[in-house]
């Protein structure tokens, strides 16, 4: 089958839909800003030859004719320059920009997408048509195209039984049918050939605005030649009917796009009596699943409130290997007494690990008690550890047990454990050696409880400062744990994401299914200085605010597009400062800011940073030594 390109042109650079190039192996595309190129790109950044475009082993050839602001080929979330005079091959993941249009395989784009303004989109189709094709019915033959519609009601395939019965009844080859929905088409069913089809906005927005079913064909309408083109891209001459189902009087729920052959004579009468029957039946039935929905949603409200919360342990979602190191740690170690240390930034999920190794414990059915010294004011913070006896100061009426008390049996979890005074120190330390609890008020008592401590500060410094006791430090650090940020560990946004968005509900009751590439790349974008807190509480908003179902990246705070912005000044700055050195210099300069961000980016994991470079540990080690990146080295 042959390959086509599309040419995807941005606002501003005229409305006129671009057609698709139909590739071959037997000529190129001069593509360029001179006029007499077979592809023109009107814009300064374009060259006048800029490149040449081809077909090779069934796939997109692009090749740069040395062009002054280059050829740039996007895969995935990476972009790359095609050198002057090499040619590559594009596939269908990936993209070629020039200037600022963008040129496309037909075949990258999903089944089911979203159409945008002035834009041609190719369709995979999901199923070939069966042959031989049906003659085109009259209007009095409607009745058994509304048992098929009864039978596909009762299939729940209902979209795709509308489309069926049209696509009968106008004797055609094929066709989509586009449900209208908070000013989108989203494309529900498509019958047709195997292989792509093209929707244009430009057909469908006409037929929004034609009360009747109306019919174009090549020869009908010259000034419309761009959708001759597109059609005859299939590999024969097309017309086509377009259709608008209404659910009430001027409220479209749905268009229908069927494809014919040149010539032939569609039952326009019989397809508008079928879109008056069934557009309200559409309507209904989406009206149903919506308040199914909300049923489904309410229900699961009212489970959760007459529920206990489960007992099971909290999940962690995570692939970064310094993160699972940290919760194998963990996991080893919750089985024993030993006091664990837990540092990382806030909320990178010290306290959600703490309340694992308190479940994955022998002590899970004994309390778990969580205290935050950075939230306790310094004159309580004793009372709050340790507890009181009655009169032992002005209010003191009743006995009161401490935290420590409180978690006898079980486990005390400590967060921000560098917040607390030096004389709270001391007495959690000789809590920790002698195992007894001293209260204000000289009351004693013997306790039973495993500490685990947290904080995010750089307690070694605050040592030297002289703000952290010593023997505490090295009391608390019996198992040392480093959680990374979100930050050093991007590969794990897009699982956390699906976590969260689970968890989420709109103020009506009802999920939001989806998030869209161009939303989870600016997430991945995001520095996250509130790492994976943050990540829950911006998806959190981003669902309540939510209105189509779809997280798109319009649906994310405007921080995470500065974000964008600031990360292209700060790579076109970067790379100013390389092109600023003769080269042996800018050459020792990017090795250097490779290597110190490679260490960054793996937490200072020498030896995973080594497979990932592709160098062995002793050349890693050379580059730390040269550059001095020591500091950059995760401390052991």
Known sequence: MPVHAVVIVPPGFGTEPREPVRLSTERAFLVGRDADADIVLDDPRVSSQHARLGLAQGKLSIEDLGSRNGTWIRRLDASERLPAGQTALVDQEASVRIGPFQIVPCEQLAERVLLTTNQLLRLRLPEPMPEPLPEPLRETELDPLLGALLSAARSGDVWDGVLSAMVELAGGRGGNLLHVAKGRFVLRASRGPQGSVCLSQSFLEATLASAEPWFWSPESDEQASWLSSTLQARGADRALVGVRLDAAEGHPVGVGQLELDVGAAPALGALGLLARVTGPWLAARALLGTERRRREALEHRLGSLASPLPDSAPALIGRDPAFR??????????????????????GSGKELLARWAHAASARCEQPLVVVNSAAIPDALIESELFGHDRGAFTGADRDRAGAFERADGGTLFLDEVGDLSLAAQAKILRVLESDEVVRLGGGRQRIDVRLIAATHRDLEQMIADGRFREDLYFRLRVIDVCLPSLADRREDIAPLAEHFLSQFRRPDGMRVGDLTPRALRALKRYSWPGTVRELRNLLQRAVVLDVDGVIDEDDLPVELHAARDARASKHAAALDELIERAWPEARTRFE??????????????????????????RTLSTKIRRYGLRDEVRRR
């Open 592 to 617: 250097e800011l490779y290597f110190r961000e490679l260490l960054r980016r793996h937490g200072g994991r020498v030896q995973r940073s080594a497979d990932v470079a592709g160098v062995d540990r």
């Open 325 to 346: 190191d940290a919760v194998e740690a963990v996991r080893r170690a919750a089985a024993s007494r030993a006091t664990i240390l837990l540092r990382g930034p806030s």
